[in-house]
């Protein structure tokens, strides 16, 4: 299983960037996917998640201008930023809950990081 994210960027104060995460190998079933963010020197946070029933949670300090949403068919979540802060800056990192089997466990998966960057 691997998940692959792109979209990320430099954006201005204000801005709007859409972060993208697929998710790839064989597998039975996606429980969750979600994203976190890592800024320097902080620790890693989490940002929001959809799981299978497409019931979504936030950070707090993203509600209202983040939306995450999915594509079950091509095995992608999104993540819609709006309205993006300089405190948004860090780097966005996929995660997922997939179940290989059927009826085995769910494990948690982890993509690569896309860099956000947002200038004052």
């Known amino acids: 299983v691997q998940l692959q994210a792109s979209g990320g960027g430099l954006v201005q104060a204000g801005g709007s960037l859409r972060l993208s995460c697929v998710a790839s190998?064989?597998?039975?079933?996606?429980?969750?996917m979600g994203w976190y963010r890592q800024a320097p020197g902080k620790e890693r946070e989490f940002v929001a998640i959809?799981?299978?029933?497409?019931?979504?949670n936030y950070l707090d300090s993203v509600k209202g201008r983040f939306t995450i949403s999915k594509d079950d068919a091509k095995r992608m979540v999104d993540l819609q930023m709006n309205s993006l802060k300089p405190e948004d800056t860090a780097v966005y990192l996929c995660y997922g809950v997939i179940r290989r089997n059927l009826g085995r466990p769910s494990y948690e998966y982890w993509g690569q990081g896309t860099q956000v960057t947002v200038s004052s």
């Open positions: 190998g064989r597998f039975a079933s996606i429980a969750a």
């Open positions: 959809i799981n299978s029933g497409g019931v979504t």
